[in-house]
Structures are given as C-alpha cells and as structure tokens.
C-alpha cells in the first residue's frame, strides 16, 4: 500500500514480534499490546526448522537467532536403548540453515530487541477491552485506559486467544488430544549435537534437543488425563517413572533432572478456525487460527510465516480487505497441511487409531514433510 498503515499487535509472542519488525521496517506504524509485563517468554526451548530459519534471514535477524541458539544439520533416530538407528540430514530452504535450537527467552529478546529499533511500541499489561470496526477502521480501548484508531488489528495473541473469542464466541476453542508434553532444560551432553530422538515399541518417544553450546533440553509426550497436574513436589520422579523404559542419552538425562520446578508440563491442544480467519479489519494469524500439535516442530515457524507473509501482502495490496483474502489463500492450505500431518504422526506415535486422511498423509512420512516444508510459503 502506498500510505503507511496503523497496525495493531494483539500479543507480543513470536509471530506478533516478527509482524512488528517486517511492519515497521517497512514506515508503517505498529503498537504491540502484550498482556505480560515484560517478554519473558516461558517454556524451554524451540526447534527453528529451515523455513523459520529463512523468514528470519528475510527479516535480518538470522545470525542473531543462531548466536543465541545451537545450529545442527542431522536428526538421529536412537532405539530405546540408545543405539543409534539412522541419521537424516535436514533440508535447507533456499540456503537458509537447516535447523537452529534456540532458548524461547533468548529469541524472544532477539524480536523485542528488534521490533524496537524498527519503531514499534510494545505496551506492556495491556488488553483490548473494547473493539469497533466500522469497514474503514477499528477503534480500539486498551486495558490501561489508552484508545486508538488503527487500520488492522491482528491477533497473535496464542491458542487461549481472547481475540478470537471475541470474534467467533466459544465456536473455536481449543481441543485437548489426550497428550501432554513434559520438557525440562538440561546441560548438554557433548554427544548431542543435533537432535535425539529415541523411539521403539514404547508408547512414548524422547528428544534430547541442542538450545546452546551449554544447554538442550528433554522432552517427551504421553498420554494424560485432561484434569492431571504433576505434583509440584514430585514433577521430576513422575517425569522419570514415564521414561523408565529409555536407556543411552535420554537415561543419563534424567540422572540430571532433579528439581521438580524445572519440569515444564503442557497439555497438547488444537485450534483449527473454520471460517474466514479475517472478519471485517481484524485477522487472526498463527496459534490463535492454527494451533498444531509439536510433532512436526512447526508451530513457531507457521506463526513467523503468518507474520512475513502478512507484511508483503499489506505492502502489495491496494486495500486492507484485499490484502487479508489474499494472505489467507496463501496460508491457510500450506498451515492446514501441518496441522493434519502433525496430528497424524502423534496418532501413529501413540498407537491412536488413524483416520484414512490420515493414513495418506502418513505416506509422506516427517523427512517427506520436512522437504514439502522448504519450499516457498
């Protein structure tokens, strides 16, 4: 668009950040409402796969992504014992690196770092309480009082969007698999140069993922009841009584794990928004339109995409509206796509009985999604 837009972030995660920075590099002006006093984003670590990797480079943020996190190029398959069972190299998306593990805190700082050079203003605490779109604009109050006019809002604002709520009522809320992912950071094992994955007839697999020279973390999904919490005193023997049956790296990783606070519990939910992700001025982009379970490793990478994407449509467009219809016909088949298949493979991981769809889809296999996803977005 010729004249420069107002675009309102709802949610300073990592695709609101990444939508800040390719927005404001560009002249438009961006305000990030993020409910959070600060970004400290929580969790342990992510997997920034090739085409992740390559949105960061468009954004110019590539080498401070890898200086903060750990590059590797070929994921190991280990037998439950830990014997080694295969090495795959990873695709690259145009030259882009394979793979970056990163610490969530340190890419997070990368983004706010980033976004606030460009000229972006991230409000911290803040909320929509009061959203008004008359087709020409949207006029927004915020929870600390502030008011504005903005000519999109998006919200980037997780799987628990209280945007999308606001937009389609209780129609989309997210849906829990019957899993749950346990994740704690370790030191890391020199032996770990990439991830290890262990995996045989168990019920269960484990990964042993770099995030540093010095750090990885350990992580694994089982199923669990919908109401089940580990026990804040005992999280890390529960965690060790599921991966009982693992020998090699994953054993010697749970000699280390000895701090129940250190346990990261998270149930594995889906969203999957039916109808039109854009109503009107407002847009809904990654988890808060697409959440996906973590099988494929793509959730941070579909959202970062959203965000570029979104950016290059905007400057493209000769109209907002059309610039949201031709973002969404881009993203949704290619975000669809790793929402099915991630699912899929946690079925056939677990046991779960499979869908024909599903069935398909497994013929394309993780390596076989892996090359799907290096190409263009």
């Not at 990368?110 to 309480?129: K, M, P, Y």
């Not at 829990?176 to 990439?194: K, S």
């Not at 005193?233 to 009982?244: G, K, T």
């Not at 959440?291 to 979104?310: F, I, R």
Request: proline share 7%.
């Amino acid at each position: 668009m010729a004249t420069p837009l107002r675009v309102l972030v709802h949610g300073g995660g990592i695709g609101g950040l990444s939508l800040a920075v390719a927005l404001a590099r560009h002249g438009h002006t961006v305000e990030v409402a993020e409910l959070r006093e600060q970004l400290d984003a929580l969790g342990v670590g992510i997997i920034q796969p090739s085409n992740a990797l390559h949105v960061m480079r468009e954004l110019g943020l590539l080498e401070d992504c890898l200086k903060a996190g750990f590059e590797w190029e070929v994921l190991t398959i280990c037998d439950p014992s830990g014997t080694t069972l295969a090495k795959i190299p990873q695709p690259r998306m145009d030259g882009a690196p394979a793979n970056n593990g990163i610490p969530r805190p340190a890419l997070a700082e990368v983004l706010g770092r980033a976004a606030a050079e460009a000229g972006a203003l991230v409000r911290f605490g803040t909320t929509i309480t009061e959203l008004a779109d008359d087709g020409e604009g949207v006029d927004v109050t915020l929870s600390d009082g502030s008011t504005g006019r903005w000519d999109l809002v998006v919200g980037f604002d997780g799987i628990g969007s209280p945007l999308r709520t606001r937009l389609y009522g209780d129609r989309y809320r997210p849906e829990y698999t019957g899993f749950a992912n346990w994740r704690v950071t370790l030191p890391r094992q020199p032996e770990v140069q990439g991830v290890v994955m262990s995996t045989g007839n168990l019920a269960a697999k484990a990964l042993l993922t770099p995030i540093t020279d010095e750090l990885m973390y350990l992580g694994s999904v089982f199923a669990e009841a919908e109401d089940f919490r580990p026990d804040p005193e005992r999280a890390h023997e529960q965690l060790s009584e599921r991966l009982a049956g693992f020998g090699g790296p994953v054993a010697e990783a749970l000699t280390q794990v000895t701090d129940p606070a250190a346990v990261v519990y998270s149930r594995i939910s889906q969203v999957t928004v039916e109808e039109p992700w854009h109503v009107g001025r407002v847009v809904l982009a990654g988890d808060a339109a697409h959440a996906s379970t973590p099988h494929l490793a793509q959730g941070a990478a579909m959202a970062v995409e959203d965000a570029l994407v979104l950016a290059r449509e905007l400057d493209a467009a000769d109209s907002v509206p059309t610039a949201l219809q031709a973002w969404e016909e881009r993203r949704r088949p290619r975000a669809m796509f790793v929402q099915a298949l991630s699912r899929a493979v946690l079925k056939q991981e677990t046991g779960t009985p499979t869908t024909p769809e599903e069935d398909e889809l497994l013929k394309v296999g993780i390596p076989g999604a892996a090359h799907v996803l290096v190409k263009p977005y």
